[in-house]
């Protein structure tokens, strides 16, 4: 029919403008559905009908859009004979809210009705009004009404609608959603926290006023343990030694111990040459740790009195303390000499082996100690 060939030009013309639109992020092309009643003039021999309602558009800004919109009734008159009505319409929409947003909306534009067997076959005024339901800048449904003033017949028809709109093109995100802003480029020369490095160049923008910066504007650490110098409780600490957040060494303890072991020979309380630097690694121990003290045994074989023994044995440990005191001197009252006599065997009277081994002077001297990491 020559109603449906004009809106197929119509929709054609729409989609070659939809293809030459600009990059307005509510332009493009509108589709939309709806289901609408029409109420017919009292003149016009028609019942009341209703059936789909199809629309095809330009939405060219956020308030303006060019729209056209086709239905096809199968109504019946009065006299109930079948009756096949055509309307299509052209025309103009103006929104009060921007696209997106929920609004309010008014139609103007013409129309044209064609109908079999012939009731009506003229042209219409139509104007409406509306509220859109925005469901983001693409989709929205739409509640309205429109009146049809046909031209000659001097009749309006009325027709109340809902129906659904979807936007080909613009954005889908919702207006309540604000553009991102593209951070501030900084000033070639603006030094914002006033450490001599400017904005460009600075790595570390926030250092406290007052502290020294390297040449990345980052604080300095000059003993490189990770600890600023503005906190670092305790400069210099050596390269790779472990630190607390202060800057300060970590505090290890530990237990520290040493033997001595001099032997003697038969009937004997003389030192032998021998034994001088194992005396002197004893030494150097109580100096390292002056809080340490030494009980230094004397002992003897099974050969002889018991009671020899006893007084030999304690003139073997006096020897080691006095050597201790006047070849190294270590502060006499930090050493003790005592003589165990044969009571302590370390291995079998019965061989000489066994017996050199008993003859002997032993000390071990134990400390608790803390240290750094």
Same mark, same amino acid.
């Given at each position: 029919?020559?109603?449906?060939?004009?809106?197929?030009?119509?929709?054609?013309?729409?989609?070659?403008?939809?293809?030459?639109?600009?990059?307005?992020?509510?332009?493009?092309?509108?589709?939309?559905?709806?289901?609408? $009643?029409?109420?017919?003039?009292?003149? @016009?021999?028609?019942?009341?009908?209703?059936?789909?309602?199809?629309?095809?558009?330009?939405?060219?800004?956020?308030?303006?859009?060019?729209?056209?919109?086709?239905?096809?009734?199968?109504?019946?008159?009065?006299?109930?004979?079948?009756?096949?009505?055509?309307? !299509? #319409?052209?025309?103009?929409?103006?929104?009060?809210?921007?696209?997106?947003?929920?609004?309010?909306?008014?139609?103007?534009?013409?129309?044209?009705?064609?109908?079999?067997?012939? &009731?009506?076959?003229? #042209?219409?005024?139509?104007?409406?009004?509306?509220?859109?339901?925005?469901?983001?800048?693409?989709?929205?449904?739409?509640?309205?009404?429109?009146?049809?003033?046909?031209?000659? =017949?001097?009749? =309006?028809?009325?027709?109340?609608?809902? !129906?659904?709109?979807?936007?080909?093109?613009?954005?889908?995100?919702?207006?309540?959603?604000?553009?991102?802003?593209?951070?501030?480029?900084?000033?070639?020369?603006?030094?914002?926290?006033?450490?001599?490095?400017?904005?460009?160049?600075? $790595?570390?923008?926030?250092?406290?006023?007052?502290?020294?910066?390297?040449? #990345?504007?980052?604080?300095?650490?000059?003993?490189?343990?990770?600890?600023?110098?503005?906190?670092?409780?305790?400069?210099? &600490?050596?390269?790779?030694?472990?630190?607390?957040?202060?800057?300060?060494? $970590? =505090?290890? &303890?530990?237990?520290? #111990?040493?033997?001595?072991?001099?032997?003697?020979?038969?009937?004997?309380?003389?030192?032998?040459?021998?034994?001088?630097?194992?005396?002197?690694?004893?030494?150097?121990? =109580?100096?390292?740790?002056?809080?340490?003290?030494?009980?230094?045994?004397?002992?003897?074989?099974?050969? !002889?009195?018991?009671?020899?023994?006893?007084?030999?044995?304690?003139?073997?440990?006096?020897?080691?303390?006095?050597?201790?005191?006047?070849?190294?001197?270590?502060?006499?009252?930090?050493?003790?000499?005592?003589?165990?006599?044969?009571?302590?065997?370390?291995? &079998?009277?019965?061989?000489?082996?066994?017996?050199?081994?008993?003859?002997?002077?032993?000390?071990? @001297?134990?400390?608790?100690?803390?240290?750094?990491?």
């Amino acid at each position: 029919m020559k109603l449906f060939k004009y809106l197929i030009i119509s929709a054609l013309s729409f989609s070659t403008l939809n293809a030459n639109a600009s990059d307005n992020e509510s332009s493009g092309l509108l589709v939309s559905v709806g289901y609408g $009643k029409y109420a017919f003039d009292n003149t @016009i021999d028609l019942l009341e009908e209703e059936d789909l309602i199809l629309g095809l558009g330009y939405q060219i800004n956020d308030h303006w859009s060019i729209e056209l919109d086709y239905t096809k009734l199968d109504a019946q008159s009065y006299s109930l004979v079948d009756t096949e009505v055509e309307f !299509g #319409s052209i025309f103009g929409e103006y929104r009060f809210d921007k696209k997106g947003d929920n609004s309010w909306y008014l139609r103007m534009g013409l129309g044209s009705y064609e109908s079999v067997p012939a &009731t009506m076959d003229d #042209s219409a005024l139509k104007l409406g009004f509306g509220y859109d339901i925005a469901l983001n800048n693409k989709a929205s449904f739409v509640l309205g009404t429109d009146a049809h003033f046909i031209d000659e =017949m001097s009749d =309006m028809n009325v027709v109340g609608y809902l !129906g659904f709109k979807y936007l080909f093109g613009g954005s889908s995100a919702s207006r309540s959603q604000s553009p991102k802003k593209a951070p501030p480029v900084p000033s070639k020369h603006k030094d914002s926290d006033n450490d001599g490095i400017s904005d460009m160049q600075d $790595k570390c923008p926030t250092t406290p006023a007052g502290v020294k910066v390297d040449a #990345s504007g980052c604080e300095l650490d000059s003993d490189k343990d990770g600890v600023k110098d503005s906190q670092d409780q305790c400069a210099n &600490t050596p390269a790779g030694a472990k630190v607390d957040d202060k800057g300060c060494r $970590k =505090m290890l &303890t530990e237990n520290v #111990s040493i033997t001595l072991n001099v032997k003697f020979a038969n009937n004997s309380d003389v030192i032998g040459d021998e034994y001088a630097n194992e005396i002197g690694r004893v030494a150097s121990f =109580m100096r390292s740790y002056p809080d340490t003290s030494v009980v230094i045994e004397g002992h003897t074989d099974s050969r !002889g009195a018991a009671t020899y023994n006893q007084q030999l044995s304690q003139k073997r440990a006096d020897a080691v303390r006095q050597f201790l005191i006047s070849r190294f001197d270590i502060d006499a009252s930090r050493v003790k000499s005592i003589g165990m006599g044969e009571a302590k065997p370390v291995a &079998t009277n019965d061989t000489a082996e066994g017996r050199a081994a008993n003859r002997r002077v032993q000390a071990e @001297i134990k400390t608790t100690v803390t240290k750094a990491q």
